[in-house]
């Protein structure tokens, strides 16, 4: 349904191909996050695009509908341009796109992606592509970013608190986000995003994803998980015996079972159930039980429920000073998560001489979905344009905002002493271009796989 790229664009980009100065050539425009709410940010999710939409050629098909459905529409439509690309380019999209190693971690105001028509007769086509290229690349960077965040934060209290830190690092934040998106596609991307950092999800779409684009045969990890429903269908005289039987088909010796303990009362469940009834039944089982609370509020839940488990079940101080609980138990907060509740949480539970070993967190909304387009203020811009030859500077200045400002030129950039700097392409001297070409004319130049870009993103 949607794999028609012509259609793939606003509206009125339909009618620019008729705006552009008579004898123009090329046109030359660059992806950037401006600013926004980070100072930095993860570049992921450009070859998820490439693969899927400028691999696949264009087709009569799509030029005759395309047609149809601009025109009854309202807007002119350039038959003749995207004729001349399937009779010429036999439907490949005559476009360079050069851009950064994918993983990379950039400051904001860093030229991403370097966008240029190859066929003179298309100085259009640059621009068409905006509308889809830029989505595809805002989204999984800022889910990636926000993601790598919580990653340092919780890298922190474990470097603070625990004897292992790198063993754990990776499962200490789980994609919930699935359910609380608004497409199967944004389940994808974004949970891929996320498996740039961690390795816990439970959105399968995200494993696929990383199958086919990124060649990495299982991506992340899931464990069995009681849900509200699979226990509050027990009812609530038998809630023991609904924690019992996830013991009993789940809890084998190295292995983990996660119960949502919430339905009726979370801290009963704790210290009667799971700390006197079953007490037993988890140790002998040889499994970690984690315990998920899923209601109220995190910092004083997830506490309370870290000193019932100390008291019932004990553990040991390790080295660093820090409680950490018997192998059989841990917790998972799964409720009211994102990134400044996830650092509260971390900083309440090491105040109180607790490890972060202790604790996980699950995340839905906040990571999958809390983020548009603004909140790294992404956009693609023209900054150069060739006419008869000439490369002539291409920008916007508006004196009413100038966060707005654009970029001029052709682009490239450099790694320095300093930093990563965007700097005129004419100024490159020995230096290398980050920027390097990965896309030409149908042909994908460079492909990822997704453990090049968790090196490259955790380096």
Partial sequence: MFNNIILNTDSYKSSHYLQYPPSSEYVSSYIEARGGEFPEHVFFGLQIFIKTYLLRPITQQDIDEAEAIITAHGEPFNRSGWQYILDTYEGKLP???AALPEGKVIPTGTALVQLVNTDPHLVWLTSYLETALLRAIWYPTTVATISWRIKQ????????????????????????????????????????????????????????????????????FSIPAAEHSTITSWGKVHEVDAYKNMLQQFAKPNSLVAVVSDSYDIYHAVTEIWGKQLKQDVIDSGATLIIRPDSGDPKTVVLEVLDRLWDTFGGKINAKGYKVLADCVRVIQGDGVNEQSIRDILDGTLAAGFSADNIAFGMGGALLQQADRDTLSFAMKASAISTQGHWMDVFKDPITDKGKRSKKGRLAVIETDQGIKT?????????????????????????????????????
Avoid: C, W
Avoid at 153 to 174: C, D, G, M
Avoid at 183 to 191: L, R, Y
Avoid at 431 to 444: D, S
């Fill in 423 to 459: 700097i005129r392409y004419e100024q490159l001297k020995e230096q290398m271009n980050l920027l390097q070409p990965v896309y030409r004319n149908g042909v994908l130049l460079r492909e990822y796989t997704l453990q090049q870009v968790r090196e490259l993103s955790d380096g």
């Fill in 95 to 97: 476009v360079e796109i």
């Fill in 153 to 220: 934060a919780i890298r922190q209290a474990l470097v603070t608190s625990s004897e292992q830190v790198e063993e754990q690092l990776p499962f200490k934040l789980h994609d919930f986000g699935a359910r609380g998106v608004s497409s199967m596609e944004s389940a994808a991307i974004g949970g891929l995003a996320h498996l740039v950092n961690f390795k816990g999800t439970d959105t399968l779409s995200a494993i696929l994803t990383a199958r086919r684009y990124y060649a990495e045969e299982m991506a992340g």
